[in-house]
């Protein structure tokens, strides 16, 4: 039976930040201003601040709503999944992946949440193979049938995309997931190890 109670907590921080998000934009058109410039700068003192600030910055409101519903989606799953980790996960991939961007991405203004996006991805992703976790590996599955298509992202391919963001985001969150892989969820093993380890064991 599912807790609705239980479902609306885990879905709660993704919709706070992602209400962050849009206050951030809303300010902006309000206002008629621009916050691109507290967009992460790399390899300058300034742009320090960006790893901070970058990821609550859009340049549209068709960019952060294509940003949005992933974060809500794959925020919400990993706040479900892995409460005991979830504020870990988001705070290791938030800060590594502005920190690479900060120290090998182009030296143009980064923003956006794409970045943790991919990272979300990732983590999801391998969490499922190194843990090895039935419903994890499912899981894996059902987002890389959903997002699959993201992988295009990782390329220098469009102008006025950070693929940096995108490809260290990723890679941040692979690495995440390994790091965290005895940590989380208790795993629900498929039957056959199950029977492999009692004979093993006897």
């Given at each position: 039976?599912?807790?609705?109670k239980?479902?609306?907590?885990?879905?709660?921080?993704?919709?706070?930040?992602?209400?962050?998000l849009?206050?951030?934009?809303?300010?902006?058109?309000?206002l008629?201003?621009?916050?691109?410039?507290?967009?992460?700068l790399?390899?300058?003192?300034?742009?320090?601040?960006?790893i901070?600030?970058?990821?609550?910055?859009?340049?549209?409101?068709?960019?952060?709503?294509?940003?949005?519903?992933?974060?809500?989606?794959?925020?919400?799953?990993?706040?479900?999944?892995y409460?005991?980790?979830?504020?870990?996960?988001?705070?290791?991939?938030?800060?590594?992946?502005?920190?690479?961007?900060?120290?090998?991405?182009?030296?143009?203004?980064?923003?956006?949440?794409?970045?943790?996006?991919y990272?979300?991805?990732?983590?999801l992703?391998?969490?499922g193979?190194?843990?090895?976790d039935?419903?994890?590996?499912?899981?894996?599955?059902?987002?890389?049938?959903?997002?699959?298509?993201?992988?295009?992202?990782?390329?220098?391919?469009?102008?006025?995309i950070?693929w940096?963001?995108?490809?260290?985001?990723?890679?941040?969150?692979?690495?995440i997931?390994?790091?965290?892989?005895?940590?989380?969820?208790?795993?629900?093993?498929?039957?056959?190890?199950?029977?492999?380890?009692e004979?093993v064991?006897?």
């Amino acid at each position: 039976m599912i807790n609705k109670k239980s479902v609306f907590y885990r879905f709660f921080y993704p919709t706070l930040f992602v209400t962050i998000l849009w206050v951030i934009k809303v300010i902006e058109l309000t206002l008629h201003i621009s916050f691109a410039y507290y967009g992460l700068l790399p390899r300058t003192l300034s742009g320090l601040m960006g790893i901070l600030t970058s990821p609550l910055i859009h340049s549209s409101i068709h960019h952060l709503f294509s940003n949005s519903i992933p974060l809500l989606i794959l925020g919400g799953i990993i706040f479900y999944f892995y409460k005991a980790i979830a504020f870990q996960v988001f705070f290791w991939i938030y800060s590594i992946t502005g920190l690479w961007v900060w120290i090998a991405g182009r030296a143009v203004y980064h923003i956006g949440a794409s970045g943790l996006i991919y990272g979300f991805v990732a983590f999801l992703f391998f969490s499922g193979l190194f843990r090895q976790d039935k419903r994890l590996l499912a899981l894996s599955l059902l987002v890389t049938f959903i997002y699959g298509g993201l992988i295009w992202g990782i390329l220098p391919l469009q102008q006025g995309i950070s693929w940096e963001s995108h490809l260290l985001g990723f890679i941040a969150g692979a690495i995440i997931a390994f790091f965290f892989r005895k940590e989380g969820p208790k795993i629900e093993r498929f039957k056959w190890e199950d029977e492999e380890d009692e004979i093993v064991t006897e």
